[in-house]
């Protein structure tokens, strides 16, 4: 059983920052290929980042390159992933969440999912 479990969302004016925070708990713990999705009101879910489970290889969408960073600890019984988020911006706005993925190649694919986590909300707004 894997359990995923995201933290850090909330208001943010644009141009700001937000680091999201993703936990992986399962017995026994692998390496697992990680991503970072959201979804806007009326939108599909989409993948925005992914990093492999050593943590050397990352993917980003065009739309976050060069704004958000990837990042994961594997160096305690949970493993964390991370997502730094910069100069936010209103279309940034939604449910950010992340997943445990089946490898590593097709990480940004929705359908490549495993186990989710429960989603938290990220607003940017004045």
């Known amino acids: 059983q894997v359990h995923v479990g995201e933290s850090g969302g909330g208001l943010v004016q644009p141009g700001g920052s937000l680091a999201l925070s993703c936990t992986i708990a399962?017995?026994?713990?692998?390496?697992?290929?990680v991503g970072w999705f959201r979804q806007a009101p009326g939108k599909e879910r989409e993948g925005v980042s992914c990093?492999?489970?050593?943590?050397?290889?990352?993917?980003?969408a065009d739309s976050v390159k060069g704004r958000f960073t990837i990042s994961r600890d594997n160096a305690n019984a949970n493993h964390t992933v991370y997502l730094q988020m910069e100069t936010l911006r209103p279309g940034d706005t939604a449910v950010y969440y992340c997943?445990?993925?089946?490898?590593?190649?097709?990480?940004?694919?929705?359908?490549?999912?495993?186990?989710w986590g429960r989603g938290t909300l990220v607003t940017v707004s004045s």
């Open positions: 997943a445990v993925m089946k490898d590593y190649a097709r990480c940004l694919d929705v359908d490549n999912s495993a186990f």
């Open positions: 399962a017995q026994p713990l692998k390496y697992y290929a």
């Open positions: 990093i492999s489970g050593g943590g050397v290889n990352t993917q980003y």
